[in-house]
């Protein structure tokens, strides 16, 4: 295990212990909010813990009326969910005192593992006209490190999740188990692998249910 994993480990864990007691008993979802400091500057992402609750999902219902949309989708889609994150931010949050050390672990760890890149210029920079074949390699290899970058910070979630499951901590503190969500809003189609990767079978069945009628 890393020194991250090891960080993202017991965040994830404060995070668990700074849900509001009275709601602990309605909270069916865990969300893990995958976001960056700049929305896409792969290089420095973060982890936002929130949740959410029965009682949320029928006071969005109910203020929906005659027009309530499926009441899967507001159960399941992040789209409806308050995302209250005050539990937890791991890694270059959007303030700078979010998360230092695990900012700083990394930027470390991507550094170790060659993934890091300098900012590129782009055109208009000082290239003369006959380096445009320089500029397209750059920006080849900038995605081929970002795909890289993303898959690290997927890896780290999913393995804060399955911790969170397999040492007891979330049983612990809820009372039982319940869906660990990861998700990035640029990348939906990953929602359903993220969430097979993250969590037990028998814990995600319902949502499982739900996302397959979706898909017709």
Aim: contains cysteine; aromatic residues 8%.
């Amino acid at each position: 295990m890393t020194a991250f994993q090891e960080h993202m480990r017991r965040a994830g864990e404060r995070a668990l212990e700074a849900l509001p007691v009275p709601l602990r008993p309605e909270i069916y979802v865990i969300s893990f909010r995958i976001w960056r400091h700049d929305s896409l500057d792969w290089r420095h992402p973060y982890l936002a813990i929130g949740y959410n609750t029965e009682s949320e999902v029928r006071r969005v219902l109910a203020a929906q009326g005659d027009t309530a949309s499926d009441p899967g989708e507001v159960r399941w889609s992040y789209a409806y969910w308050p995302l209250d994150e005050t539990a937890g931010i791991v890694g270059h949050g959007p303030e700078p005192a979010d998360d230092p050390v695990g900012a700083a672990l990394h930027l470390a760890e991507i550094k170790e593992l060659g993934l890091w890149y300098e900012d590129f210029d782009g055109p208009g920079d000082d290239r003369a006209d006959d380096d445009t074949a320089e500029e397209e390699d750059d920006e080849e290899e900038q995605e081929a490190r970002d795909d890289l970058l993303i898959a690290h910070f997927d890896d780290a979630c999913v393995d804060l999740a399955r911790h969170l499951h397999t040492s007891g901590k979330l049983t612990e503190v809820l009372g039982r188990a319940v869906p660990i969500l990861p998700f990035d809003m640029y990348r939906a189609e990953e929602l359903d692998r993220l969430a097979e990767e993250a969590n037990p079978p028998e814990v995600i069945a319902d949502y499982h249910s739900w996302a397959r009628a979706q898909e017709g």
